[in-house]
């Protein structure tokens, strides 16, 4: 966001989902009406959602300030500080370029995937241009580079698959350069199923052209002519911008035939995803681009030899294409310097659940998960203490707080029990109930088996039901060592990643929380109050003052007693099913969950 | 499944043209499926008759892709529909209250229904939409809110019902009021009293 300023007021607002949903719009009308002499923008989501609605003010007096949490009730304040006529909202204050004030969340972080996530707008070509975009490809072009060049300088960044599996980008490249054939195609994986992952409909949101110049040049190195970008139909302004992206690439001469005068032809066309989590899998990605129901198919033959509609095709997620131009422009040895030595470079996460600043994080490889989680992240939100953090979705795991010093590389995650991931990372705390948890993932992965391997389709569901078993209090101890076999048969049974991987959150919760398995057996007890069959909803007649605002709101009329009576109150057990909007209502916090 | 007023009228010239912008064959399943979807909110048996005589795709063949993704409906939805996020933060932050006050503010009271009796809102739980650190998250139409509590769920939906002129069911007789609390007669008790 560092522009020079060209008006004596520029404002830029950042509008991305996230801040959308905060109320990025009406901020942006009320700086329309408060300040017709400014010059109004929009940029993408920076990626501190915690912050948002975030907007960036620049005058030449004062320099460029980002301000967090911005609404109609402080922008007057801000716009009477930068006409130089009041204080400077310091609580607002993310960083100034006036010294002294740093942001420990942006401090902190090495952004290169991210690297112009927030600093431009999303729908400009030449503000990608202005920071240095489609450099890469132009020099791959002008300078004559060889794709075998190219792979060989992506081998040395060390760089390998962002989507999970962390297979080296330039071997999986390998694969398709040498397969024979003349039509080749390259695949953009932006189907980001796990729940609790937003990494990539914030790069295809907040930075779509690198996404693209990232596949501009898999496709040169491999010798692709087509390109699909696949990506989920529940994120509309990134396909919205990402089809713009692709016009206004093939208008300045970036796609399409003979880029950039040469030889080199490619064009990309998006494919909308329907709603299937397993079509982040290679081949059952493939079939859904083919009309077909997204199912997986056996490999080999692996897709860089025989994949979309029988010809090499390579699938790359968003991150790694991200990635792919800074690269090229830096050099392959510049991107294995950040990282570890079996890790190389930066991953992104997607940070969310009960933690001061949620959002956008990238860090080098070899960060713990400590660091992640409180030097940026800042700590509990609630102040309750963390006790585990999900990584993976429902492929992964969770990690338990004592094993936080983990490193954050491929090898010593899996060692956990967790995976790297796509990148969710959503924190848990003492409210956060693991058995449900584990019950969460596995109606998700129930649903979402495609219904081919037996193991997958039968396994997930008979561990649903035991789950659902547990967390109702109905459960055995029995029940418990079911479940385990059950999980280690589902693993090693299923043809794909999904099936493979699904046992995993109830691998590890029993692992490094058997304790509240056996609670909710053996004692009939949900320990963080969470599952509605083992908890009561009792008024605390004592704190109670009789307002009777929680029998308004009290769906299921289980409430009842006398206004202003408090000792009248009480909630009848028989009818109340612990949705807890009576203790979301009352204003005393009067009801007690046990 | 009884009839009922929310079936679409399909318009067969408007199948021919997405068709024809689409291609005809097997891979254009996905596409055409959408293009329905986004105009009727379901799909339309009619339409999908449409798509299996004048393209290469077969009945079966459309039906088991309209079945297998989970972004497609074979019933008809309500004038509005109300994505309910429940991703892995939403589900930690609270969104099964979310849809416990939707179901309460639009009287739907079958576990098995999701629609709302006088046809004004569908209820659609739906995956992760990415919007993690402002969990928990539903989205009516094109617009997002965040950080919801089953009150805050109940305020934008009454809302949004004023704004686009739909009563909630109980609510035909009276004019919408923001602050009201539900089903229960706002007359009933008066406000002060529990504020």
């Known amino acids: 966001m560092n522009l020079q300023p060209s008006k004596p007021l520029e404002i830029i607002v950042g509008e991305g989902t996230c801040g959308i949903a905060a109320g990025s719009n009406d901020v942006r009308d009320i700086f329309t009406e408060l300040a017709p002499e400014a010059e109004i923008r929009s940029v993408g989501c920076l990626g501190m959602c915690h912050d948002e609605v975030m907007v960036e003010i620049i005058d030449e007096k004062r320099g460029a300030c980002l301000y967090r949490k911005v609404d109609k009730k402080n922008i007057p304040d801000l716009l009477r500080f930068h006409r130089g006529e009041g204080e400077m909202r310091q609580d607002l204050l ?65 760089l390998r698959g962002r989507g999970g599996a962390g297979f080296p980008t330039a071997v999986k490249w390998g694969f398709a350069r040498s397969a024979k054939g003349e039509k080749k195609y390259l695949i953009c994986n932006g189907d980001e199923g796990d729940p609790g992952a937003f990494m990539d409909r914030s790069l295809l949101e907040g930075d ?13 190195a491999i010798g692709a002519s087509s390109g699909y970008a696949y990506i989920r139909a529940e994120y509309p302004l990134a396909v919205e911008y990402f089809n713009k992206a692709i016009n206004d690439a093939r208008n300045a001469g970036f796609l399409g035939k003979n880029i950039l005068g040469s030889s080199f032809d490619f064009d990309v066309s998006v494919k909308q995803g329907a709603g299937a989590f397993v079509c982040g899998e290679e081949t059952a990605l493939i079939a859904s681009i083919e009309g077909e129901r997204g199912m997986p198919r056996i490999r080999p033959p692996f897709p860089a ?91 992964g795991g969770c990690i338990p707080e004592s094993l936080f010093d983990t490193p954050i590389e491929y090898e010593a ?29 596995l109606e998700f992965t129930q649903i979402e088996s495609c219904g081919k391997c037996t193991f997958c389709r039968i396994g997930t569901l008979r561990m649903k039901e035991l789950l ?16 385990e076999d059950i999980a280690h048969q589902v693993r090693s049974s299923s043809l794909c990643g999904l099936g493979q991987t699904a046992p995993n ?90 | ?53 004048e393209t290469d795709i077969g009945a079966s063949q459309l039906y088991g892709v309209a079945t297998f993704y989970s ?100 609510h035909e007789e009276e004019k919408s009021d923001a602050d009201a609390p539900d089903r229960k007669s706002p007359g009933k008790k008066k406000k002060e009293v529990w504020q």
């Not at chain 1, 690198?210 to 596949?215: A, D, F, H, K, T």
């Not at chain 1, 796509?422 to 058995?435: A, I, P, Y």
């Not at chain 2, 569908?122 to 809110?145: K, N, R, Y």
């Not at chain 2, 965040?146 to 009563?167: P, V, Y």
């Open chain 1, 468 to 483: 659902t078993r547990i967390c109702d209090g109905q459960g055995t101890m029995d029940d418990i060592d079911t479940l």
């Open chain 1, 505 to 594: 959150p109830v691998l590890t919760t029993l692992k490094y929380f058997r304790d509240e398995y056996v609670a909710h057996v053996e004692e009939k007890r949900c320990p963080a109050g969470v599952c509605k069959g083992l908890i009561t909803h009792t008024i605390m007649q004592d704190t109670c003052t009789g307002c009777s605002i929680c029998e308004r709101y009290c769906p299921v009329d289980a409430i009842a007693g006398v206004i202003k009576k408090p000792e009248s109150w009480v909630i009848d057990p028989d009818l109340c099913v612990n949705c807890g909007m009576c203790v979301e209502v009352c204003n005393s916090d009067a009801i007690s969950v046990a």
């Open chain 1, 94 to 158: 993310i960083r100034s370029s006036m010294p002294s004030i740093g942001a420990d969340y942006l401090d902190r972080q090495t952004r290169i995937a991210l690297r112009n996530i927030g600093q431009l707008d999303p729908e400009s070509l030449d503000a990608y241009r202005q920071r240095g975009g489609y450099r890469s490809i132009e020099k791959i072009i002008r300078e004559g580079i060889e794709p075998e060049q190219v792979i060989e300088e992506v081998k040395v960044s060390g």
């Open chain 2, 71 to 170: 972004q497609f409906r074979l019933d008809p939805v309500g004038r509005h529909v109300i994505k309910v996020c429940h991703g892995t933060a939403c589900h930690v932050s609270g969104a099964d209250r979310v849809n416990t006050a939707l179901r309460q503010s639009l009287g739907i009271t079958d576990e098995d229904e999701d629609t709302a009796s006088n046809g004004s809102y569908t209820i659609d739980d739906v995956a992760c939409i990415g919007c993690c650190s402002l969990a928990p998250v539903m989205v009516i139409g094109d617009e997002t809110f965040g950080n919801l509590k089953g009150t805050d769920a109940q305020r934008s939906l009454k809302k949004h019902a004023r704004q686009q002129g739909e009563f909630l069911p109980g």
């Open chain 1, 305 to 395: 030899v025989k994949g979309l509609f029988g010809k090499p095709t390579i699938i790359n997620n968003v991150e790694s294409l991200a990635n792919l131009p800074w690269i090229i422009e830096h050099g392959g040895a510049a991107y294995a310097a950040i990282g570890t030595e079996q890790c190389k470079g930066t991953k992104v996460f997607a940070l969310a659940g009960p933690i001061k600043r949620g959002g956008l994080v990238e860090v080098p490889m070899g960060t713990t998960v400590r660091e992640v989680l409180y030097d940026i992240g800042g700590g509990s939100s609630a102040g309750r203490p963390i006790k585990a953090v999900q990584l993976g979705g429902p492929s």
């Open chain 1, 413 to 441: 995650l899996n060692a956990t029990g967790a995976i790297m991931g796509s990148g969710g990372m959503v924190v848990m705390d003492t409210k956060s109930c693991m058995v449900d948890i584990a019950r969460f993932f």
């Open chain 1, 208 to 220: 779509p052209h690198s996404v693209l110049e990232g596949m501009l040049i898999a496709a040169y």
């Open chain 2, 1 to 53: 499944m009884e009839e009922n007023s929310l079936d679409a009228t399909v318009d067969k010239l408007l199948v021919q043209k997405w068709i024809a912008e689409t291609g005809k064959n097997v891979s254009a399943a996905v596409p055409l499926l959408q293009a329905v979807q986004n105009e009727y909110g379901y799909l339309p048996r009619e339409a999908m008759d449409v798509i299996v005589a």
